[in-house]
């Protein structure tokens, strides 16, 4: 079997003493040349790739990035159309929604299976969790783009269910995998000593990087200045800028990691905490209901309660209880993830 990959991503530039494992250098599909990627913008798909390669598939692959260009869009189209009269593949598999899944469905000469990742079909948000401009013409163009698919790919099944209801019955709810042998349990204070946190601080970990309004800042904020009245030794870190291959440490130093997303897809940073054991408390986005369900001294909030998500916290840093999401992690290894995938593919073929 042999499949073409189409990942997006945007391009930089690496900067003079750029910091070592930030960056991946990866196949520009236009132009034909190695490029560079911020490393966190495309591990998830860099690493279902490599598990489908490592699981028998040969697979070609090229990022596409000047999403927003007339021009770059032609290109794209010509290329895939190329790629796909030539190249011997059986099948096109295209991560991402939107304008790239559109086009890779109107050029192909193969089939398509599109993955929808997130805020491609389900719309970025503001902070007041509605819909932005960009956010509702994405969802057009995806759910068109959805239209065209062979085969489609959702990281949950509340995403299988945003989709037009005509390709619902074409779709499967698979998540991102985790590599278990990276992400498990390691000793607290190990994990404290490595990164430089206090012994005796309680930490809540939140994943944020500036401008990014669907994380939903200020409610995390106002969670922890409700926590701070009966921990006033918790601290919020906000996790931004930390080499994938460091996570483990900070989820296995944390207490508790807090989710307060307008949206998500399969937010990757719950399934790697839960295999770190760590306690999560989430608002009801994307797949967390159906991954926290089953772990202990895990909670998802409903309505974007404040004080329920503080209760909650306040519960975990009061007890010190780990949570026992490793035993709920062996369905989302990249290993039985990359086997969901294939059976995608033999379906289509």
Known sequence: MKVMMVHVGNRVQLPDGAPEGQYLQRLDLLSGQMVWFTKHDIINADTQMQSLIDAGI????????????????????????????????????????????????????????????????????????????????????????????TRIITKSEHMRQALPKSCRANAVAIPNGVNLERFAPIDRLTARQKIGWDKDAKYILFFYTEGQVVKNKPMAEKVYQKVLRQHPDAVLFFATGIKHEDLIYYYNAADV??????????????????????????????????????????????DFNVQEMADHVNHILSNQHRSNGVDHSVEVSIESVAEKVIRVYQSVL
């Open 58 to 149: 040969d697979m070609v692959y090229g990022h596409f990035s000047e999403r927003k260009s007339i021009r770059s869009l032609w290109d794209f189209y010509r290329k895939i159309r190329k790629i796909s009269k030539e190249k011997e593949i059986d099948l096109i598999h295209v991560l991402w929604g939107s304008t790239t899944g559109l086009i890779t469905t109107l050029a192909a000469r193969k089939p398509v299976v599109i993955s929808f990742c997130g805020s491609d079909l389900l719309g970025n948000k503001t902070a007041s969790g509605s819909l932005t401009l960009s956010g509702r013409i994405n969802r057009v163009l995806s759910s068109f783009a959805a239209l065209g698919a």
């Open 257 to 302: 990691m807090i989710l307060t997303s307008h949206h998500e897809g399969s937010n990757n940073s719950i399934k790697e905490a839960m295999a770190c054991n760590l306690p999560i408390v989430s608002t009801g986005v994307g797949d967390a209901p159906e991954r926290l369900h089953p772990v202990a001294n895990s909670w998802v909030v409903t």
